[in-house]
């Protein structure tokens, strides 16, 4: 069952009156031109250009979809601060929609009654299928290791999920793991199971076949499944990990800078590997960046919308209160990484789904 709430929203009220010059000059003025020379009609059509006002086609209200969870009530208190300055800087009414399914948000946009979601990079790219979704900026957060938010230009619009074993357990390669025991998190979770399942086919491993493999039920428990010695292997994601080993619940090696989502060479990983102590978790392979949430739009709305829309988005960085609470900001990364649309952002999952022959339609 679809959540819908309207409660704290409101729409800003538009009233600056726009100056129309043009459409006051005197009878006398407007009947100077020459009428046989065209000039009449030029005259006209100038003026209705001025005083066209350019958000006549945009919608009243915009109504922005999320997955609510077990809790959508939490999820809306968490996206208020975002929503209010939306509105803000829009000027019109948003309405908040939560599903109960990344389904049942996509389904919404299809039959219009979403016009903007955020939901998971393989949700969008069913969305793009299925209701013609357009991504207009990429969600980047703090990392859980900062206590105070605030914008980082050097922070990537990707994560990455690592294949893990326990130093010491006798696992030196990613190919040792055939025949062993080993710790997905969901099947339809990207970083604990598509991305990890996608690498391991990679380098040669068939896990349903040549693997003990078991699904833990989320990160922090596929983790410590191969921290205590449940299973030798393992697959997550570098927060995770980092979340974890402050917690104190786990002792890790990751990387030297300090730094997670950022790629790795097989050198970097194979040092880092053999520099790691008996009994921490160590790290055997990186997968390929996935992206992180997009912001995505129905396509077919007005293109002048649409670019405030995403103007808005972009802007996020440059509130530093919004920031502080929200802790995400969004960014669009297609000129930095050469691309001629956000969209092909997402190609990678759409390389996953192929190898591994994924029903999108399924995983909603």
Same mark, same amino acid.
């Given at each position: 069952?679809?959540?819908?709430?309207?409660?704290?929203?409101?729409?800003? %009220? @538009?009233? &600056? !009156?726009? +100056?129309?010059?043009?459409?006051?000059?005197? /009878?006398?003025?407007?009947?100077?031109?020459?009428?046989?020379?065209?000039?009449?009609?030029? %005259? @006209?059509? &100038? !003026?209705? +250009?001025?005083?066209?006002?350019?958000?006549? /086609?945009?919608?009243?209200?915009?109504?922005?979809?999320?997955?609510?969870?077990?809790?959508?009530?939490?999820?809306?208190?968490?996206?208020?601060?975002?929503?209010?300055?939306?509105?803000?800087?829009?000027?019109?009414?948003i309405e908040a929609f939560t599903g109960t399914s990344y389904g049942a948000v996509i389904e919404a946009m299809r039959a219009d009654r979403v016009d903007a979601m955020v939901v998971g990079p393989f949700s969008y790219v069913l969305a793009v299928q299925e209701a013609d979704a357009e991504a207009l900026a990429i969600y980047t957060s703090c990392s859980s290791s900062v206590e105070v938010c605030t914008y980082n230009p050097n922070a990537k619009p990707f994560y990455q999920s690592v294949i893990i074993t326990k130093k010491g357990n006798g696992i030196e390669t990613i190919e040792d793991l055939r025949g062993q025991s080993y710790a997905f998190v969901d099947p339809a979770s990207t970083s604990g199971h598509l991305a990890p399942k996608t690498l391991l086919i990679k380098r040669g491993l068939d896990p349903d076949a040549e693997m003990k493999t078991v699904f833990a039920g989320s990160h922090p428990t596929a983790a410590l499944a191969v921290y205590n010695g449940t299973t030798t292997g393992g697959g997550t994601n570098e927060g995770n990990l980092?979340?974890?080993?402050?917690?104190?619940?786990?002792?890790?090696?990751?990387?030297?800078?300090?730094?997670?989502?950022?790629?790795?060479?097989?050198?970097?990983?194979?040092?880092?590997?053999?520099?790691?102590?008996?009994?921490?978790?160590?790290?055997?392979?990186?997968?390929?960046?996935?992206?992180?949430?997009?912001?995505?739009?129905?396509?077919?709305?007005?293109?002048?919308?649409?670019?405030?829309?995403?103007?808005a988005l972009l802007a996020m960085k440059d509130d530093a209160e919004l920031v502080k609470t929200a802790r995400y900001w969004y960014q669009d990364p297609s000129g930095d990484l050469g691309l001629e649309h956000l969209d092909h952002f997402f190609n990678s999952l759409r390389d996953i789904a192929k190898l591994l022959d994924l029903d999108l339609k399924s995983m909603e």
């Open positions: 069952m679809k959540h819908r709430w309207k409660g704290t929203l409101l729409a800003l %009220a @538009v009233g &600056a !009156t726009l +100056a129309f010059g043009a459409a006051c000059a005197s /009878d006398e003025e407007t009947t100077t031109a020459t009428p046989a020379a065209g000039g009449g009609s030029a %005259a @006209v059509a &100038a !003026t209705a +250009a001025a005083t066209e006002d350019p958000r006549a /086609d945009w919608p009243e209200k915009f109504v922005l979809g999320f997955f609510g969870g077990d809790d959508a009530e939490a999820v809306l208190e968490r996206q208020q601060p975002f929503i209010d300055y939306l509105t803000a800087e829009l000027g019109v009414e980092q979340r974890l080993a402050k917690e104190g619940q786990i002792q890790v090696c990751l990387w030297s800078d300090g730094e997670i989502s950022q790629p790795r060479t097989e050198e970097e990983i194979r040092s880092t590997f053999e520099a790691c102590p008996d009994g921490n978790i160590a790290i055997l392979g990186v997968t390929d960046p996935i992206p992180s949430t997009p912001f995505a739009i129905r396509s077919e709305l007005p293109q002048s919308f649409k670019d405030a829309v995403k103007a």
